[in-house]
C-alpha cells in the first residue's frame, strides 16, 4: 500500500511517515521544503532503514503532481502541507487562503484524475475557535478567529462538497488538539524557523538559553492556575492517530470526522513545571498579560476516535516535556 504525504518532510508529517514506514507502508513525500529541511528525509530513512520517494515540489502545481502520480501507484494520501502560524495568517490572510486553499483542490483535482478518492486531511481545534464547552467533541459548533483555522473550516467544507458530489471519495478529517514532543531517537522534532509562537518550542528555547525568557500570556483565566489549560498530544501518539485513519478508510467508507486529543487538560505552569523537573532544567519566565484569541480551556473528548479509529493516546506529559528537550538537545 502506497501513500503520499504532502508537507511529509514537517514536524507532524515527519513522525507520521516514520509510523507508516514502521508498518510497511510505501511512503511517498511531496514537500516544497517552505517550512522545512530536506535533510528530514535522510533522518526519516535513518530511523526505520526503509527507503522513502521525495519529490521537491509544490502541492499547487498540477504537473508535478501528476508526475508523481504518473511515477507511483499511490493508493491513499495524508495532506499535511500548508502554512500554519496563527499570527501570520492574521497579517498575510490572502497567502494563507490561496495556498492552503489551492494547494487542497489541485491535490483533489490530480487525485480525481488518476482514480485515487482516499484522503485524510490534517485538520485542527482550531475550528471551534472558542469553545463554548469542554471537553470539545466533534459535534461541538465550529467558529474560527484566525484566518488560518479559517482555511482549515473551508476546506473541510469543501471536502464534504466534495465526497457529497462524489461518495467513490473516502475522507477522514483530524482535528488535532496542541502537538508537542518528538521521536525517542531525537532525529526529528519541531524545528520552527524564527521565534516560536507556540509554548513548547518557546519553553526549549529558553531551556538551551537561544532565548532569554518565557512570557506566560496571562494568569487570570479561570483555570486551576489561572494560566492557559490545553490538550497536549505527544506527536508520535498523534502520527499513530493517521495510521488509524489510513486503516479507517481501508475498512470503511466514507466521510468520518474525528478529534485527536489526551482528554486531558494542563495549564501552561503545569507543562512550565513538568519540563523543568524532568529535564532538570531551569526555564525563566514571567507572567505578562493575556496573548489577544487566547481561549481559557481547550480539550477534547476523545471518545470518538477510541470507537472509530480505535485510537488512544499512551504517552504522558512527562514524556512529551523529556523527547521535546532531547530533540533540542540533539540538534542545538
Ligand atoms: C498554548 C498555551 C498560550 C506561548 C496553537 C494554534 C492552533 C494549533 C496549536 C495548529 C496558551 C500559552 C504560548 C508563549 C504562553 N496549531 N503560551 N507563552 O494557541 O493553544 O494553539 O497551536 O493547528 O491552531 O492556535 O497553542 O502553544 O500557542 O499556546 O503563555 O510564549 O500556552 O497562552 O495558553 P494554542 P500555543
Redesign the pocket.
Known amino acids: 500500500m502506497s501513500v503520499l504525504v504532502t508537507g511529509g518532510c514537517g514536524y507532524i508529517g515527519s513522525h507520521t511517515c516514520v509510523e507508516l514506514l514502521n508498518r510497511n507502508y510505501d511512503v511517498v513525500i511531496v514537500d516544497n521544503l517552505s517550512n522545512s529541511k530536506r535533510s528530514v528525509v535522510d533522518k526519516i530513512e535513518e530511523i526505520t532503514h526503509k527507503n522513502v520517494k521525495f519529490y521537491e515540489d509544490d502541492v499547487c502545481d498540477k504537473d508535478a503532481l501528476r508526475k508523481i502520480f504518473n511515477e507511483n501507484k499511490i493508493d491513499m494520501v495524508i495532506h499535511f502541507a500548508g502554512f500554519?502560524a496563527?499570527g501570520e495568517s492574521v497579517l498575510n490572510p490572502m497567502k494563507y487562503y490561496r495556498n492552503n486553499l489551492v494547494s487542497t483542490i489541485c491535490l483533489c483535482e490530480v487525485m480525481k484524475e488518476y482514480n485515487c478518492k482516499n484522503l485524510v486531511f490534517?485538520?485542527?481545534?482550531?475550528v471551534y475557535g472558542t469553545p463554548r464547552r469542554v471537553p470539545i467533541k466533534e459535534t461541538a459548533h465550529l467558529s474560527t478567529t484566525?484566518p488560518?483555522?479559517t482555511t482549515?473550516l473551508f476546506i473541510e467544507r469543501i471536502l464534504t462538497d466534495l465526497y457529497k458530489s462524489d461518495n467513490e471519495w473516502n475522507i477522514v478529517l483530524l482535528r488535532?488538539?496542541?502537538?508537542?514532543g518528538a521521536h525517542e531517537s531525537g532525529l526529528i522534532g519541531e524545528d520552527p524557523n524564527g521565534i516560536?509562537?507556540?509554548?513548547?518550542?518557546?519553553?526549549v528555547k529558553v531551556a538551551t538559553h537561544e532565548l532569554n525568557e518565557?512570557?506566560?500570556?496571562?494568569n487570570d483565566?479561570n483555570t486551576k492556575d489561572g494560566?492557559?489549560?490545553?490538550d497536549y498530544i505527544h506527536v508520535v501518539d498523534l502520527a499513530i492517530g493517521h495510521v488509524k485513519a489510513i486503516e479507517k478508510i481501508n475498512k470503511s467508507k466514507g466521510l468520518f470526522i474525528y478529534n485527536l486529543g489526551t482528554g486531558k487538560g494542563y495549564?501552561?505552569l503545569e507543562?512550565l513545571n513538568t519540563f523543568m523537573k524532568v529535564n532538570n532544567v531551569d526555564v525563566k519566565y514571567k507572567i505578562?498579560g493575556?496573548?489577544s484569541?487566547?481561549?481559557?480551556s481547550?480539550y477534547a473528548n476523545p471518545e470518538k476516535a477510541l470507537k472509530g479509529l480505535g485510537f488512544k493516546t499512551t504517552k504522558n506529559l512527562e514524556e512529551m516535556c523529556r523527547d521535546a528537550y532531547n530533540f533540542a538537545i540533539k540538534n542545538k
Open positions: 500554519k496563527v490534517s485538520s485542527s481545534a482550531t484566525n488560518y483555522g482549515k488535532y488538539f496542541n502537538p508537542i516560536p509562537n507556540n509554548l513548547m518550542p518557546y519553553i518565557l512570557s506566560v500570556f496571562g483565566y494560566t492557559g489549560v490545553r495549564s501552561v507543562v505578562v493575556r496573548r484569541g487566547d481561549v481559557a481547550c
